[in-house]
């Protein structure tokens, strides 16, 4: 190519991507339409069209540069694809977009992990949401939970779906493979009753309805009633675990033994209802009777309120938050050294052998954040941090908290564990945690399950550069 060409084409290049920053979807359209190979051509440190696009937030032009049949799994110079940049910039609606499968791709192309310029490994994305157990399927209507005739309409709708939890488990059953589409993380899934199965449940003393919402998706038209399908929770505790089994037709039906291991296995969108179900769940447990007065208290509002049953408690007069489910606000963090190429990890001695994890703690009355971050950090390890940055959040229902993902960064560097709650705490190199992620026999430490929130703010920092 002669210098004028080779000028000429980095011209028309850089227009390209700065119409592909500006989201103008018509001027890429044009230039796509004449000079077909800009597609997948990439500028000042290896940022594409897609990239820059999903940069900014625009998800038609990212749609449509998908439908030319652009290369999703191209990385940039710091080894970010335009998922890794979408999700940096918290451009969730535009990640969803990027995971969807490709139907055009050569099925021998899905299990070969894409590889940077520079031969670095790739981490591929996993979870169309943010977190584990913060998937919405349903629209909780909560302005509907105070009119009881509705929300007994909705019980005895033809396709409304009751989950029933005992002692806080609910009954799944393990699924005997995984079905086309699934992630074999996706191994058990929960057993829906309709209101005939177990309308006599509903009476037995103790027993606590929890209205959870509608489904999202428009009715199939062989819908009964045409409405939306209901979910309910039923909890149980008094009834023993056989009684309630033998009402599942399902072969393999089970209660969760052990809420951390067995509700990891749920796909997203159940683990999504039971983080609401299992919480609001474990409140009436463990409120039964008024804490202002200690009467006994009854259920309203489709299971997310009790009231006093004492005419004369104070909590029937103000705002009384010990009428609604608790959430307990806990703060988790990722400590970077202050060279960036390091972060503190720690291991609890309940951990299984190997594991290390981020650093967390309960925020306390009067506390901001950042100010339960530094201390948090401070009690379990000694060192000292600076500023403080959220990153995102997680449902935890074991049995409330709401975990508050941070990043900081320290200003000292030794370490002084408290040997009550951490037994042993660690700086870890940038390669160390990518390694550990990708497991294998280069696994410094054995990393959370990726269901975790320490899991994610760990793959968001091996995701992180200057470069974005
Ligand atoms: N999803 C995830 O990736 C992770 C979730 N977690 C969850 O975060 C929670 C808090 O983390 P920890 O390090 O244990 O907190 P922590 O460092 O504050 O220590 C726990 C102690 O704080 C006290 N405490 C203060 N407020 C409390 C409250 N509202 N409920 C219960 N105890 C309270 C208790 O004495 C308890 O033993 C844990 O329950 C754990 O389930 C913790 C780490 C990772
Ligand atoms: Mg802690
Ligand atoms: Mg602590
Ligand atoms: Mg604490
Ligand atoms: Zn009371």
Redesign the pocket.
């Known amino acids: 190519m002669f210098g004028g060409e080779r000028a000429a084409s980095e011209e028309l290049l850089e227009r390209f991507l700065d119409a592909a920053a500006c989201g103008d979807l018509a001027l890429v359209t044009s230039l796509l339409s004449n000079a077909p190979s800009l597609l997948n051509r990439a500028g000042t440190n290896g940022w594409t069209a897609l990239m820059l696009a999903a940069r900014n937030g625009h998800h038609g032009l990212v749609g449509a540069l998908l439908q030319h049949g652009c290369d999703k799994s191209l990385l940039n110079r710091s080894s970010q694809s335009a998922f890794d940049v979408a999700k940096f910039w918290g451009h969730t609606h535009i990640c969803r977009l990027l995971l969807r499968p490709d139907p055009s791709l050569d099925p021998d192309q899905l299990s070969s992990t894409p590889v940077s310029q520079e031969g670095k490994r790739w981490i591929p994305p996993q979870s169309p949401h943010e977190t584990y157990f913060s998937a919405e399927p349903l629209d909780r209507l909560s302005a509907k939970r105070p009119d009881q005739d509705w929300v007994r309409s909705r019980l005895k709708g033809p396709q409304t779906v009751i989950l029933l939890f005992h002692r806080l488990s609910p009954m799944m059953r393990d699924q005997d493979g995984d079905q086309e589409g699934e992630s074999s993380a996706m191994q058990s899934r929960l057993c829906r009753f309709s209101h005939k199965e177990v309308e006599d449940l509903l009476e037995r003393p103790g027993s606590v309805l929890v209205f959870l919402g509608v489904e999202r998706r428009r009715p199939p038209p062989s819908a009964a009633d045409g409405e939306p399908r209901a979910w309910f929770a039923l909890g149980l505790d008094s009834e023993s675990e056989e009684e309630l089994l033998k009402r599942s037709c399902e072969k393999h039906s089970r209660f969760a033994q052990n809420a951390h291991r067995d509700l990891l296995r749920l796909s997203e969108e159940e683990a999504g209802v039971v983080a609401q179900a299992r919480s609001v769940l474990a409140w009436h447990s463990r409120y039964s009777h008024c804490s202002t007065c200690g009467s006994v208290s009854r259920v309203e509002e489709a299971g997310h309120k009790r009231s006093c049953e004492s005419q004369a408690c104070i909590s029937h007069k103000g705002v009384h938050n010990t009428c609604y489910p608790r959430v307990?606000p806990?703060v988790?963090m990722l400590v970077v050294h202050p060279d960036q190429s390091q972060v503190l990890l720690g291991r609890k001695k309940v951990f299984p052998s190997g594991m290390f994890?981020?650093l967390?703690?309960?925020i306390e009355p009067g506390e901001c954040v950042e100010a339960a971050v530094r201390r948090?950090v401070q009690e379990?390890s000694g060192v000292l941090v600076g500023p403080v940055w959220y990153v995102c959040s997680?449902p935890?229902p074991?049995p409330s908290?709401l975990?508050i993902g941070c990043l900081t960064v320290a200003m000292t560097t030794e370490i002084n564990v408290d040997q009550e709650?951490i037994e042993e705490a660690q700086w870890f190199t940038r390669q160390q945690v990518v390694d550990s992620l990708l497991g294998g026999p280069r696994a410094a430490f054995t990393v959370?399950p990726r269901q975790?929130?320490?899991h994610q703010l760990l793959r968001h920092w091996t995701g992180l550069s200057a470069n974005l």
Do not use: K, L, N
């Open positions: 307990d806990v988790i994890s981020c967390a703690g309960f948090e379990e997680q935890w074991m908290s975990m709650e959370p975790t929130i320490a």
